[in-house]
Nanobody, 118 residues
Framework: VQLQASGGGLVQAGGSLKLSCAAS????????VGWFRQAPGKERVFVAT???????YYSDSVKGRFAISRDFAKNTVDLQMNNLKPEDTGIYYC?????????????WGQGTLVTVSS
């Protein structure tokens, strides 16, 4: 599975951005796609995830401001980010995890940079 993240950029606080993760290659029936953020000098942290069933989960810091969605026809997962804050700054990575055989496997995209100015 290859993942291509796009949509990052520079935005003022209070603004919006939409990230997109395009998957190519084989996908699996039991899978979940998520977005993670890595701020400068910090560890990568969970932002949002969406299961194949449509169930979504968000970190407390983005709940109510971000929305994750999936388009099976296009094989993409989008992250709509509204009311952005400077603390949302970082490289956003797309993650795809699936049951392959009997085990979970995961794949990462290359990341897209989001910078929120105050």
């Amino acid at each position: 599975v290859q993942l291509q993240a796009s949509g990052g950029g520079l935005v003022q606080a209070g603004g919006s951005l939409k990230l997109s993760c395009a998957a190519s290659g084989r996908t699996f029936r039991r899978d979940v796609v998520g977005w993670f953020r890595q701020a400068p000098g910090k560890e990568r942290v969970f932002v949002a995830t969406i299961w194949r069933s449509g169930k979504t989960y968000y970190s407390d810091s983005v709940k109510g401001r971000f929305a994750i969605s999936r388009d099976f026809a296009k094989n993409t997962v989008d992250l709509q980010m509204n009311n952005l804050k400077p603390e949302d700054t970082g490289i956003y990575y797309c993650n795809y995890a699936a049951v392959v055989g009997l085990n979970w496997s995961e794949f990462w995209g290359q990341g897209t940079l989001v910078t929120v100015s105050s």
